[in-house]
């Protein structure tokens, strides 16, 4: 499962800097042209202070909720904005201009815009894999 999405927008992170554990979500665009909001959680397993993520001890973990055209539409209409303004126009709906969150929050900000999703009729796939 690849990370990278196009037209890619941070929407919120942890800080790296001051546990082992980092989280953060962005939204883009796979390159199938489906809308895609990505968690990604990394943990370093060393005891160590955070090491590069090619580490064998750091775990990373995706989580995309995935929308289809027609979905991404759907949410684009509901949200008043374009397909190629949908990531910023997300951000400015959940993100944050100080985006420094524990890692538990970004869990919770992920569900929030997951339920957002819901009760805007959007139907859409959840995928997690964990990379070694």
């Not at 800080?15 to 989280?23: G, I």
């Not at 709906?93 to 100080?98: L, M, R, T, V």
């Amino acid at each position: 499962m690849s990370n990278t999405l196009i037209r890619e927008t941070l929407i919120a992170s942890s800080d790296e800097d001051m546990e082992r554990l980092y989280a953060s979500i962005v939204a883009g665009f796979d390159p199938e042209k489906n809308f895609v909001i990505l968690m990604e959680k990394v943990r370093d397993n060393t005891g160590d202070p955070f090491l590069d993520e090619r580490d064998s001890m750091v775990e990373r973990i995706l989580t995309k909720a995935i929308l289809d055209k027609e979905n991404t539409t759907m949410l684009c209409d509901k949200l008043h904005t374009s397909l190629l303004d949908l990531p910023e126009t997300v951000w400015k709906e959940f993100g944050d201009d100080w985006p420094s969150y524990r890692p538990s929050e970004i869990e919770s900000i992920f569900k929030k815009m997951t339920d957002f999703l819901v009760d805007n009729g959007c139907r859409f796939n959840v995928m997690t894999v964990k990379l070694d």
